[in-house]
């Protein structure tokens, strides 16, 4: 069992920056592809980010060239650096952690179903 703790969410004005922090409990936090995905109220849950075991990572494209998302293996810790802001991107924000892709080498990364755990996520709003 991994139990994912989101930080880092806030109120910020656009083009501003947030940085998220995903703690993963357990030894083998190596052994997980890590995604982040985000619902806006009305909205359906989204990919946003997803960084591989072997920290490939990918993203969606409305956050390429903004958000970065990595990993460090020794704190078990996953991060979502948000850049440029935007109003749009206001949404709880969730953390996943999968171990499907350790073992059988295909990542679907942007699908919920490639992840077994997840945060409680964690508020991000972009005021304008």
């Known amino acids: 069992q991994v139990q994912l703790v989101e930080s880092g969410g806030g109120l910020v004005q656009a083009g501003g920056s947030l940085r998220l922090s995903c703690a993963a409990s357990g030894r083998t936090f190596y ?6 995905f ?3 109220p009305g ?10 075991w072997s920290s490939g990572t990918y993203y969606t494209d409305s956050v390429k060239g903004r958000f970065t ?11 979502l650096q948000m850049n440029s802001l935007k109003t749009g991107d206001t949404a709880v924000y969730y953390c996943a952690a999968g171990l499907k892709a350790w073992y059988s080498g295909s990542y679907d990364y942007n699908s919920q179903q490639e992840y077994d755990y997840w945060g409680q996520g964690t508020q991000v ?3 304008s």
Do not use: H
């Open 38 to 40: 985000r619902q806006a």
């Open 125 to 127: 709003t972009v005021s």
């Open 69 to 79: 998302i990595s990993r460090d293996n020794a704190k078990s810790t996953v991060y």
């Open 31 to 36: 052994t997980y592809g890590m995604g982040w």
């Open 43 to 52: 909205k359906e849950r989204e990919f946003v980010a997803a960084i591989s």
